[in-house]
């Protein structure tokens, strides 16, 4: 399975942060999209595999330090997108809501 080939490559050939590999290069080394390779690297964090990013890319982490510096950096992302979210609510003032509004099943519950 893909999701473990990307495992073993990283602990194989990117471990540390001094080993991180951009997004770029692991897409063409696994022939994959940007996209696959963020919903592999999610699946494997569920799974409680230790795969570790910061500025120079990913990697499996070596140390508890470097899963912990890449979770303060996944929260602070996460401020980062819910401030976004306030504002975009926000602006929805500026739409006319005497318009009838009507929650799609499974829809955004604002």
């Known amino acids: ?5 990307l495992a073993k490559y990283l602990h194989r050939c990117h471990y540390g942060a001094e080993n991180a590999a951009k997004s770029k290069v ?7 999209s940007s996209r696959e390779l963020r ?13 570790a990013s910061d500025q120079s890319g990913y990697y ?5 330090k ?10 602070n ?3 980062g997108i819910n401030t976004a979210i306030s504002g975009l609510k926000r602006s929805l003032t500026m739409f006319n809501d005497t318009q009838m509004r009507l ?6 519950d604002l």
């Open 60 to 64: 499996y982490a070596k140390t508890e």
């Open 26 to 32: 692991l897409e063409s080394e696994l022939n994959i």
């Open 1 to 5: 399975m893909l999701k473990e080939q």
């Open 39 to 51: 919903d592999l690297v999610n699946a494997l964090r569920c799974d409680s595999v230790p795969i």
């Open 103 to 108: 929650l799609l099943e499974g829809g955004d």
């Open 77 to 79: 992302r996460i401020v």
């Open 66 to 75: 470097e899963v912990r510096m890449t979770i303060r950096h996944m929260k």
